[in-house]
């Protein structure tokens, strides 16, 4: 990014606070991908920043880029959305911040994905509007395509034979579907059943306009959250930290 001014709509993903009064922040941006950069005087302004910089909000976003560091000098912000509805509840909060922490996980700065940043809007949008754990999964899935790290789900990744009837099984090792064939002596296989692992794969082409009228089953909620939560954990090399408070949330309200 060469010196100057810009102008982007983003996302806030996570907000620091830092010294007396500025802020550390992390953005998701139409035009420039994720951007790192200091809000100075953040925390006592009372006309540019109040409650634009919080996390979750989608904003219109003004920085200066000196041309030397990957960091950004933010300033101003207008709210465009705040997802006000998002944050009346710990568990709509809890999910919406695990859609922040993954998409800034996933990606990287200086990787331009317009996608991304439309993705997140949207099913960010379709979690305010009252889905729940479908758009968790459909969001996990587009996102793994939309980076590049889309698991192998229309054959078994050993003998490229496709899926019948029969039971399968997932392996994040391998990363993709293993047969009942070829599953012998692979540790950590998670059971997937063909209709879970076909509706996976035609979520991760789908756009999410589309995703947003298909209403899953019970048996695919379950499924497909177990083979996801395992694979983005292998993929990262950790689990998030939303993603062990939204397990401590619904085992409290068990």
Known sequence: MKRGSYR???VVLNSLDYGESDRILTFYTLEQGKLSGIAKGARRSRKRFVGNLDPLSHIDLMFFHNGSTDFVRVEDARLVDAFAPLKEEIERLADACYLLELTSEMTREGIILPAVYHTLVHFLKMME???GAEALRFFEI???SICGYLPHLGGC???RQQPGDERLYFSSERGGLVCRRCSSGIMGLIPVSPGTAGLLAMAA???AGKLE?????AAFLDESERLLYDFIKFQLGKELKTRRFMSKLKSAGA
């Open 157 to 159: 990744v050993t003998c």
């Open 129 to 131: 509007a009252g889905q």
């Open 142 to 144: 587009r996102l793994l």
């Open 205 to 207: 082409r789908l756009d």
């Open 8 to 10: 982007s709509a983003a």
């Open 213 to 217: 009228r298909l209403k899953p089953g």
